[in-house]
């Protein structure tokens, strides 16, 4: 037999009010972040070439691209993927691709 008896416990909040407002912001939330969900650096382990995961990268060759780290199953997969040439949308550029361009495709 449930004898239990459920006692009514107002919510904290009162959200039927139209002015209500949120308590104040935590000392980190003062002001906005500049990197909100940009990390500081960037590691790929899938091979760009062969589209393989690398498990342990700790023998495998690599690139540093500003704050991006990529690493390769091997020193050939790697010199092919530098000797890529640019790929750029726009075949008509009224400029030369630079290196900053977008690689493959």
């Given at each position: 037999m449930?004898?239990?008896t459920h006692?009514?416990?107002?919510?904290?909040?009162?959200?039927?009010?139209?002015?209500?407002v949120?308590?104040?912001?935590l000392?980190?939330?003062?002001?906005q972040?500049?990197?909100?969900?940009?990390?500081?650096?960037?590691?790929?382990?899938i091979?760009?070439?062969?589209?393989?995961?690398?498990?342990?990268?700790?023998?495998?060759?690599?690139?540093e691209?500003?704050?991006?780290?990529?690493?390769?199953?091997?020193?050939?997969?790697?010199?092919a993927y530098?000797d890529?040439?640019l790929?750029?949308p726009?075949l008509?550029?009224?400029?030369?691709?630079?290196?900053?361009d977008?690689?493959?495709?």
């Amino acid at each position: 037999m449930l004898t239990s008896t459920h006692s009514y416990i107002p919510p904290a909040i009162k959200f039927e009010f139209l002015n209500w407002v949120a308590s104040d912001p935590l000392q980190r939330d003062q002001s906005q972040s500049n990197r909100l969900h940009e990390p500081a650096h960037l590691i790929n382990t899938i091979d760009p070439m062969t589209g393989d995961d690398i498990e342990d990268v700790t023998s495998h060759p690599s690139l540093e691209d500003g704050n991006l780290t990529i690493y390769f199953e091997t020193e050939v997969t790697r010199k092919a993927y530098n000797d890529m040439p640019l790929n750029h949308p726009y075949l008509r550029l009224p400029f030369p691709a630079s290196e900053d361009d977008d690689r493959g495709g």
